[in-house]
């Protein structure tokens, strides 16, 4: 190795972060831009992908609706980060596990949560997640960045039950500010667990704007500390997402270990339906620039020009979408109501004494 002659430090910064560009494949335009990249998906999967967004978009508006009619309880919008969260679920198998953020409930719906479930979730009802252990998925995660210890963990166990599968997380640009963050991938990657870390960094945790996150110039070099690969995509790029998660994939699977994934996106929405004004820390030109990126309206025009979306395709799927939300929001409706004793019951496969007496306490009470 050559001496060094002198404490080049920030140099070594400066060539570091410019290894961490965008991957772009699929333009705003919906122009392929990077060929080498394009992934081998079949037509059918790419239709695939576009319908389960346009889907996931119905989704969010009728959930922002059913929100503010009372009929939902916590909801965190999804609109404008679909390629990030259905194109990187597109890229596993129904084996891998999924640990959730709050916002992440499109990609357990794909994984098969049903809707009412996720509807009932929302509600803070017990049921919402029922069954989920069938799954392979975890509730979403509302302390921020702990998902990356448990998919640590998750992913540990994954490989040491030698299973050819892996653990996804997700978390946000402020996550990735979490101590968790940085426990979670480095614990992984000393233990090359076949973990995949996604960072959706929708620019904004609620109000702060991603320029006061970190100092970082990428949170995709955040990587680098822990010795794992790393990669920042365009996240309003379905095909960048898929591509990258079905790489990570591969090594994980591989023995290779963890990978770290920025996701580069914009949440058209408020942070959540719980009251924040988004006009308070965001301005219309800011909006109006990200709205240019939408990744439906990118893959719309990439699928039309090769014969594979039509007007009458994306009907039938918006009509698919809305009859399913009608019907699983009236299922959602007659689940019995929620009792002291269902969310005691639910928390540990043996009480411990003191919930024993609380759920004999509630017992007695709703007998009555
Ligand atoms: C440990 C912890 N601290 C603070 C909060 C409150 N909180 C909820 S969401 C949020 C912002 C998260 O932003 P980001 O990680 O960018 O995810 P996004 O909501 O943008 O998807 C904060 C601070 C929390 N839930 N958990
Ligand atoms: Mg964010």
């Known amino acids: 190795m050559a001496p060094h002659t002198a404490i080049d430090e920030v140099n070594a910064l400066h060539e570091i972060e410019a290894r961490f560009d965008t991957v772009q494949i699929l333009n705003e335009e919906g122009k392929i831009v990077n060929d080498s990249l394009m992934p081998g998906l079949t037509d059918d999967e790419l239709q695939e992908i576009m319908r ?11 959930s922002v609706s059913l929100n503010r009619q009372g009929r939902l309880g916590f909801y965190a919008p999804t609109a404008g980060q679909e390629a990030s969260q259905i194109a990187s679920h597109f890229a596993l198998e129904k084996d891998d596990f999924i640990l959730p953020g709050y916002r992440d409930v499109p990609q357990l719906i794909w994984h098969g949560l049903p809707l009412e479930q996720a509807f009932l979730w929302s509600r803070g009802h017990v049921d919402g997640m029922k069954g989920i252990e069938k799954l392979n998925i975890l509730p979403p995660q509302i302390i921020i960045g702990a998902q990356y210890v448990q998919t640590a963990g998750v992913a540990l166990g994954i490989k040491k039950r030698g299973k050819k599968s892996v653990a996804i997380t997700y978390t946000g640009d402020g996550g990735s500010s979490q101590g968790d963050f940085y426990e979670g991938i480095n614990f992984a990657g000393a233990f090359k667990a076949p973990a995949i870390f996604v960072v959706q960094n929708n620019q904004f945790a609620i109000s702060t704007p991603r320029s006061l996150q970190t100092a970082a110039k990428t949170l995709a070099q955040k990587a680098v500390a822990a010795g794992i690969p790393g990669v920042a995509v365009d ?3 379905p095909l960048a997402v898929y591509a990258a998660v079905k790489r990570a994939r591969e090594r994980a699977v591989n023995g290779e270990g963890p990978s770290l994934i920025e996701t580069i996106c914009y ?5 959540t339906m719980s009251g924040d004004d988004p006009t308070r820390y965001r301005t219309e030109d800011l909006d109006n620039e990200w709205a240019k990126k939408d990744p439906l309206v990118r893959f719309r025009k990439f699928l039309e020009e090769r014969n594979l979306w039509s007007n009458e395709k994306e009907n039938e799927t918006i009509e698919q979408a809305k009859e399913d939300i009608k019907a699983a929001i009236k299922k ?10 269902d969310l005691i019951s639910v928390m540990y496969e043996e009480l411990p004494y003191t919930l024993k007496e609380q759920y004999e306490f509630y017992k007695v009470k709703e007998s009555r």
């Open 52 to 62: 389960r967004m346009v889907y996931t978009r119905i989704l969010d508006q009728r």
């Open 235 to 237: 996240g309003m790029d």
């Open 267 to 271: 949440r058209f929405g408020p942070h």
């Open 332 to 341: 959602a409706d007659s689940a019995p109501k929620q009792k002291v004793t």
